[in-house]
């Protein structure tokens, strides 16, 4: 799915604050720590809480291989500054519709409401488009998680539909909003965003007003 250079264990994605860099082994105990928090799992259709022991090596080890083989591309969200910190992680994965990936992501509790996990998103829409087939990302997020929706909107995601959806860690179902962004729409939200920053050649030969 992903090209070569996601599955080489060097690769990261730089933004503002962050790094977005493969797990390692060392960072099996701050992930327990921070997603076996029951706010974090009850979000997400995968992670299990109480958390199991021995499920945070399970993931380094399986996301390692998965990124390894180009199948899928999970990353460790770390302060730039201090990147044997974890603050989160941040998953794009393959959905029966070749076209289409699918995001995932989490952001450990002392951590929420500084617009990181808005931030690691954007870095990774980039990369899903820039360097995986995919013409379109999608979201489901609980109908009831409702920062994650604002994360999901900051980035240009559109509500597409809703659904009741098993989640294996949940052992329940629950109502999803599924959201989706297409390519198309992801290039004219940068392509703005370019402009807005980029001055034309032409206005730098008007004179300022007086
Ligand atoms: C959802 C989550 C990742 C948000 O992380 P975060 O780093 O705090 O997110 P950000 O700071 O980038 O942005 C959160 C946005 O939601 C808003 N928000 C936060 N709590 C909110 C709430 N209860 N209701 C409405 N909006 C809320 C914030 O104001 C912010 O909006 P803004 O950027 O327009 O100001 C984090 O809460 C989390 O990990 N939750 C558990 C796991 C999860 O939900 N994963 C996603 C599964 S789809």
Redesign the pocket.
């Known amino acids: 799915m992903f090209n070569d250079i996601t599955s080489d264990d060097v690769y990261r994605i730089e933004t503002a604050r962050l790094w977005l860099r493969w797990p390692r082994a060392a960072d099996a105990p701050q992930i327990a720590r921070y997603a076996g928090e029951k706010?974090?799992?009850?979000?997400?259709?995968r992670?299990r809480h109480p958390y199991p022991a021995g499920d945070a090596e399970r993931y380094v080890l399986e996301t390692r291989a998965n990124n390894a083989l180009g199948k899928s591309l999970g990353l460790i969200i770390t302060p730039k500054q201090r990147p044997n910190d974890v603050?989160?992680a941040i998953g794009l994965a393959e959905t029966p519709d070749p076209k289409a990936i699918e995001?995932?992501?989490?952001?450990?509790?002392p951590?929420?409401?500084?617009?990181?996990?808005?931030?690691?998103?954007s870095a990774a829409i980039d990369t899903g488009f820039e360097l995986s087939d995919a013409t379109r990302i999608e979201?489901?997020?609980?109908t009831v998680?409702?920062?994650?929706?604002?994360?999901?909107?900051?980035n240009g995601f559109s509500y597409s539909s809703d659904e009741t959806l098993f989640m294996p860690a949940r052992e329940a179902s629950y109502p999803?909003h599924w959201l989706a962004l297409e390519k198309v729409a992801w290039s004219v939200r940068k392509a703005g965003a370019s402009a807005l920053i980029r001055p034309s050649p032409e206005w730098s030969k008007v004179a300022m007003p007086a």
């Open positions: 706010a974090v799992a009850e979000m997400t259709s992670i603050l989160g995001i995932g992501y989490w952001i450990g509790v951590f929420w409401r500084k617009g990181y996990a808005s931030e690691a998103v979201a489901r997020v609980r998680n409702a920062a994650s929706r604002q994360v999901f909107e900051n999803v």
